[in-house]
């Protein structure tokens, strides 16, 4: 097939959704598909490239969150459509609803990617749990863009009931966005700067649904303060604030931006990996924790998917309580035969989630929008 994904930001590395299509379209291509992506950044041979779209007042802001929105331009959409076999919409933006538009009026079939909760944009200015405004969302979202579609992509269970929930009607395919097959059991001595010391890793962009505040918090609370080392992996506008934070710890966090290998050494060493978020579709990061076999410890919250992937309540915690994932954290630093059985557990648990078998399962999705369409 010849596959047009559509997306605002692809070439960025601070943001899960462009990550996840980047992978997404590395493995179509080994499947035997072409691949072309129509978004803005650099030019590129696989690449119909829209310019930025600048938002008064708000650019800086998105632009620390790794993202950018593309500004409409019909004749470039209408190329990118007529090079393709089939349109895949991954955000559900001004450039998405265009490009439909466009893929409708040429008569070649579209399907739709759900991965951007609106919790996670307002979220950004403070506003995360303001229900009727992420209800709002939902609602523009669905009648702007996702009501014209029949096949609707989500990359959890917990996503697709928040559609059904919103009154969306496509059928719904839940496919997770799947792990590089790099991450698997893997275990390797500390560096010198943490030995001696208890090693505990959240991977995610710096911003305020992530709640890195409640891992900083935790440790104060926790028996094993004196001996735990905090790293988060990723960038975002909240680095400052935990930064200063981070001062009244025994031992300062390390705030780092790793290449894969580099993430897969990190995990490799780590003692305990903690998802405090509040808001998730997914998070592939800590499935891919998992996976190199690190026992997760999940904010058991009711707006994220995360949760699923703990293996029993021990991997739980009560979202935004640092007392209770230092209870948590302290239980498993407690039972350390039992984290290492676990991490075996848990391991064997992140198979499942294979990109290839995902990709499979998305190719399914292509083929069956366009037998759709041929019968019309």
Not at 15 to 28: D, E, H, M, Y
Not at 50 to 74: R, T, Y
Not at 158 to 168: I, P, Q, R, S, T
């Amino acid at each position: 097939m010849k596959i047009l994904l559509v997306i605002d930001t692809y070439d960025t590395n601070n943001n899960g959704t462009s990550i996840s299509a980047q992978r997404f379209a590395a493995v179509l291509r080994e499947h035997g598909n072409e691949v072309r992506i129509l978004t803005t950044g650099e030019p590129a041979p696989d690449k119909f490239v829209l310019k930025e779209f600048k938002v008064p007042l708000f650019n800086d802001l998105i632009h620390s969150q790794g993202f950018q929105f593309a500004q409409v331009d019909l004749d470039i959409i209408r190329e990118a459509v007529a090079w393709a076999d089939i349109v895949h919409c991954m955000m559900p933006f001004a450039l998405e609803t265009a490009t439909k538009l466009i893929a409708d009026q040429m008569h070649k079939p579209s399907t739709a990617a759900f991965h951007i909760q609106p919790e996670n944009m307002t979220s950004s200015i403070g506003l995360g749990k303001a229900e009727r405004i992420n209800d709002s969302f939902y609602q523009v979202f669905n009648w702007t863009l996702y009501s014209r579609f029949t096949h609707i992509h989500t990359p959890s269970q917990f996503m697709a009931d928040e559609l059904v929930k919103h009154g969306y009607k496509a059928k719904i395919h839940v496919i997770s966005n799947g792990i590089d097959p790099s991450f698997v059991y893997t275990k390797c001595p500390k560096d010198p700067q943490y030995e001696g010391k208890i090693l505990i890793v959240m991977v995610g962009r710096l911003s305020g649904e992530k709640r890195q505040d409640v891992i900083i918090n935790a440790v104060q609370y926790s028996k094993y303060a004196d001996r735990i080392q905090l790293v988060f992996a990723g960038k975002g506008p909240k680095y400052d604030e935990y930064v200063e934070m981070g001062k009244q710890l025994p031992n300062p966090p390390q705030f780092v931006f790793l290449t894969k290998n580099e993430l897969i050494h990190l995990l490799a060493q780590t003692d305990l990996y903690v998802h405090a978020s509040d808001m998730e579709s997914e998070a592939i990061s800590c499935i891919e924790a998992f996976a190199t076999g690190l026992v997760p410890v999940i904010a058991n919250s009711e707006d994220s998917a995360t949760p699923q992937f703990a293996l029993d309540g021990r991997s739980l915690f009560a979202p935004g309580r640092p007392k209770d994932l230092a209870r948590a954290i302290d239980w498993w630093l407690d039972h350390p035969e039992e984290k290492e059985r676990m991490e075996h557990e848990y391991a064997e648990a992140a198979k499942q989630y294979n990109i290839d078998e995902s990709v499979r399962r998305c190719e399914g999705m292509f083929r069956e929008a366009i037998e759709e369409m041929k019968q019309h």
